[in-house]
């Protein structure tokens, strides 16, 4: 018997950066998803199969063994090992299992990969071990594995992929989730440059210490912003959506977390005839968001690629993390 379960990534509407700090995000699940499969194995190994992200291998102890791909890769592999781990010592359970892992959301781009990856292992091993866990255990569980991968996260991404849908999260006030009536498309534009989370968000954290008396001036904008969003997108008020985030964007660059690439493609997207743009994620590379109406979701995409940039039309996801027995 095998367990699989998927998980969505994301995209941060508002609130990137800032919710390190304070002040809620307005994040949305994609409909492009990670999935795992897990199954016991009779030795006490845990194995994974990563073949679409370039390895496989498997842990004995501490020691990543490489079976195809280099041994630095087990590096990635350790916030689904430590997500793994935390989720047979949570169930007191214990086994050695094989993990299939595949995904539609590009790693590394500002898409919630690795947090998708972590809630799926976490629900594909829970039900696998029969362990019956709620969401709010997966998406703690998960949130261990992040740590290894991201240092101070926020708890945006797990949230996120787990619950699915449109997320007001706010760290330590938790979660606020909820949908629209009508569809409302996004342009995604991959920069194709990988970045790393952790190292963003320490750039902000220096910079903030730097110059607190801007920053902190910044980060407030950047919560007024988030909560003038929300409504917007409530009231699904296009106009007042894509001006929001084109703000957004410019406070994200005050804070030196875009790239020349990222602006290209924000601003080529404006030009297209998008309400607004931004980038999305942690910045540094990864990805930007455009709004656009739906008859000019092509003009968009097409900017994009002129700028070299991969587009996805996405649609907000409204299914969170789902399990089912295979075989
Ligand atoms: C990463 O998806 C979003 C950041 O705000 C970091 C975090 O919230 O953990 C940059």
């Known amino acids: 018997m095998a367990v699989e379960a998927t998980a969505p990534g994301k995209a941060i509407l508002f609130g990137e950066h800032s919710v390190v700090y304070r002040g809620p995000a307005v994040v949305l699940a994609i409909d492009r998803r990670a999935r795992v499969v897990a199954e016991k194995r009779g030795d006490d190994r845990i194995f994974f199969d990563a073949l679409d992200l370039g390895f496989s291998g498997y842990f004995e102890g501490e020691t990543y063994v490489p079976v195809q791909g280099e041994i630095q890769q087990g590096r990635r592999l350790q916030a689904l090992l430590v997500s793994t781990r935390c989720t047979m010592e949570h169930l007191d359970l214990k086994s050695g299992l094989n993990l ?49 991968v991201h240092g101070t996260p926020s708890g945006v991404d797990n949230n996120i992929s787990t619950y699915g849908g449109i997320l007001r999260y706010e760290r330590g006030k938790g979660i606020d989730r909820f949908e629209l009536d009508s569809n409302l498309p996004f342009v995604i534009g991959n920069s194709r440059r990988r970045r790393s989370t952790r190292r963003l968000v320490s750039r902000v954290r220096a910079l903030r210490e730097r110059t607190p008396e801007i920053v902190e001036q910044v980060i407030e904008a950047m919560v007024q912003v988030s909560k003038s969003g929300l409504a917007a997108l409530k009231d699904v008020n296009l106009h007042r ?57 092509e003009n968009v995409s097409r900017a994009i690629r002129r700028c070299r940039g991969d587009p996805y039309i996405v649609n907000i996801s409204y299914e969170g993390v789902k399990t089912r027995r295979v075989n």
Do not use: Q, W
């Open 241 to 297: 959506l894509g001006d929001l985030m084109n703000v957004n964007h410019g406070l994200l660059v005050s804070l030196g977390v875009s790239i020349a690439k990222l602006d290209l493609m924000v601003h080529a997207s404006r030009v297209a005839g998008a309400y607004g743009a931004k980038l999305t994620g942690a910045g540094g590379g990864g990805c930007m968001i455009a709004l656009s109406d739906i008859s000019n979701l």
């Open 100 to 148: 299939t892992v595949r995904s539609r959301i590009p790693i590394a781009a500002g898409l919630g990969s690795s947090a998708a990856i972590c809630v799926a292992t976490v629900a594909a091993v829970g039900e696998l071990l029969g362990g019956g866990l709620s969401m709010e255990e997966v998406c703690d569980l998960a949130f261990e594995g992040e740590k290894v």
